[in-house]
């Protein structure tokens, strides 16, 4: 299988945000207060190539998103700048790949923050699969109020329930086969949100691609075991953390988060996490 890492853009955001100051709710708060910001960091959505059809981890940003600042929701207008041209988006830069919209058979959304929804107008003729519980988070008056944009979806998003059984894949809880042969499987890694998923991709080598989204803004973190300045539950976050380390010490893995500057050049170079 090939995947391909499909950078829409940049983002900033604040250093708080991508490593937590702190703890409990004084841990959330840092961002709003925090005068340091990260450099531009890139938003990776990815594609993989299937015999069963493509499958797409995420949608990366929109250009809609350079609108933000309009927002009244106080992260969206002061805690986070966005840049991406509209051929930067994921559609045009899957057709430059020799991928059309009917080639993509699933789109697999590890969460629903902006800067991974925001490619969604691509993709009205696939099937859509989004944690149930992550939607309810998301959706109305309420979503926005907790930073998810709901009103900017396509009016036709109607996603497919993303149920994770009682299937433990590894040391992760809950998972659920996205491919018919097994080698693609999605399992649950919460924390950045309530019900964020990862998607694991099974290479013929054994080696194991980890498309994490957002459970760590850098590999290097993830090591360490340092939660991010937005999860609601800092346990939580550490016990995936540790899974994803647990994992990584038996199966060779590459790590692949989304704003990672060094996820693409991991998994052009196939690197493999280096655990001591």
């Known amino acids: 299988m090939r995947i391909h890492a ?3 853009g940049f983002v900033k955001i604040k250093r708080a945000q991508v490593e937590g ?10 961002i709003f207060t925090d005068r340091n910001w990260t450099e531009w960091l890139p938003t990776y959505a990815w594609a993989i190539e299937h015999k ?3 499958i797409v981890v995420d949608t990366g940003q929109g250009a809609h998103l350079l609108e933000t600042g309009a927002s009244y929701h106080p992260f969206a ?15 045009p830069q899957l057709r ?6 009917r080639d993509v058979k699933k789109v697999v959304l590890t969460h629903l923050h902006m800067d991974h929804d ?3 107008a691509h993709f009205q003729n696939s099937e859509i699969l989004v944690a149930s519980g992550e939607l309810r988070t998301a959706s109305g008056w309420a979503g926005r109020i907790r930073g998810y944009l709901p009103h900017r979806w396509p009016s036709w998003f109607d996603p497919t329930a993303l149920e994770l059984a009682a299937e433990p894949f590894g040391p992760f809880a809950r998972s659920r086969r996205l491919t018919h042969a097994g080698d693609i499987v999605a399992v649950a890694t919460p924390g950045h949100t309530a019900d964020h998923a990862s998607v694991l991709v099974r290479q013929e080598d054994g080696t194991t691609h980890f498309l994490a989204g957002d459970t760590s803004y850098n590999e290097r973190l993830m090591l360490a075991g340092r939660v991010d300045g937005v999860s609601a539950h800092e346990g939580i976050s550490c016990a995936t953390l540790d899974s994803i380390r647990v994992f990584a010490q038996v199966h060779p893995t590459v790590y692949l988060p989304t704003h990672d500057p060094q996820s693409a050049v991991r998994l052009a170079n196939r690197q493999l996490v280096g655990l001591s």
């Open 6 to 8: 499909i950078q829409t």
């Open 77 to 91: 207008r002061w805690d986070v700048v966005f840049r991406i041209d509209r051929e930067e988006e994921i559609g």
């Open 52 to 54: 069963e059809g493509v």
């Open 96 to 101: 430059a790949l020799g991928i059309g919209p």
């Open 118 to 120: 925001g490619g969604l």
């Open 21 to 30: 100051h702190g703890h409990g709710l004084a841990r959330r708060l840092a």
